[in-house]
């Protein structure tokens, strides 16, 4: 073995501990994680590729830097050190050389941020909505209230929305229950799953917005392709368009507390029919019944018909007769 060399053993196990970093790191990253994920997801959304693409873009990049600067890196110390006989040059300066490392990494920048750029303007951009679902974070949990729909006011549809009970007794210290078993329809949903979730239609533009009623929470449902803080006193908004009917999961993305990792989200895209009869159903439990109307008064009783007086004669004074 030569001065300076890896062994091969050496070698192998620090790239197997290298990968099972990185898919512990990778599925920590993630608030709906799928066995083997290690990238961001695609997403459900019109806009989630956008992030998608990005998140790409970016990693590329910086992937490619790392293997250029490692690699020369490496070369010049294994292939030009010391006891190989290799002297070390005296220049200290190549202008040449320092215009086009200063350049490069300039254009790229230069690219990086005009992409993003594009990306951040189409996200602020809600005009258009067909949808509007105010969401208000809480310790431990969610609000959502139902602002309006195809351009007509809904009135008094909103919920709570906090982990389902089967996760909540799970956790417990001492409880004696298995995670493993918290599922739905087969899938686990232990911690990620709510009592009530927010149901919204698929192919609808739906303007959010997002505020706390506390501390700093952070709304984040990977699919949708974003996550927006919730702050106490101000009102952040963003939209999404759900392409897809399906569940989609995510959790507060804020350090919040002692129970933050119990604050789940999780997101029940309906076809629109299937939406809209929700929703009436909804509309129609929180509207009051109409108040009886009051029984009609009875008839008034007819006068009783007043006796009949007997008529009494009056004798006919006579006068005296003289």
């Not at 809209?276 to 509207?287: F, G, N």
């Amino acid at each position: 073995m030569t001065s300076g060399g890896i062994r091969p053993s050496g070698f192998k196990r620090a790239v197997t501990a290298a990968l099972f970093a990185l898919t512990m790191f990778g599925g920590v990253a993630l608030a709906n994680p799928q066995p083997g994920q290690l990238n961001m997801t695609r997403g459900a959304s019109t806009w989630s590729p956008e992030a998608y693409f990005l998140n790409n873009v970016a990693f590329g990049v910086c992937v490619v830097i790392g293997i250029l600067v490692f690699g020369a890196m490496f070369i010049a110390m294994f292939r030009f050190r010391k006891s190989r006989g290799a002297v070390a040059e005296k220049w200290s300066h190549n202008t040449t050389l320092e215009i086009v490392w200063t350049t490069i990494p300039v254009i790229i920048l230069i690219v990086l941020a005009y992409l993003a750029t594009g990306g951040l303007r189409t996200f602020a951009d809600t005009t258009g909505s067909e949808m509007t679902v105010k969401v208000t974070g809480y310790q431990w949990k969610w609000r959502y209230d139902y602002v309006d729909y195809k351009g007509k006011a809904i009135e008094k549809v909103g919920f709570m929305s906090k982990l389902d009970r089967e996760s909540d007794e799970t956790r417990q210290l001492d409880s004696g229950l298995d995670p493993k078993s918290v599922q739905v329809d087969g899938y686990n949903t232990y911690l990620i799953n709510v009592d009530k979730p927010l149901v919204v239609p698929v192919g609808t533009k739906i303007r959010f917005v997002i505020t706390a009623g506390d501390v700093i929470h952070s709304w984040w449902v990977p699919a949708l392709g974003w996550k927006m803080d919730a702050i106490p006193g101000i009102v952040n908004a963003a939209w999404t368009n759900i392409t897809e009917p399906g569940v989609y999961r995510g959790q507060c993305a804020e350090l919040c507390g002692q129970d933050h990792g119990f604050m789940p989200i999780v997101v029940k895209a309906l076809p629109k029919a299937e939406f809209e009869k929700w929703l009436a159903d909804q509309e129609a439990a929180a509207t009051p019944p109409a108040p009886a109307a009051p029984a009609s008064a009875p008839a008034p009783a007819s006068t009783a018909a007043a006796p009949k007086t007997a008529a009494v004669d009056v004798p006919v004074s006579q006068g005296h007769q003289g």
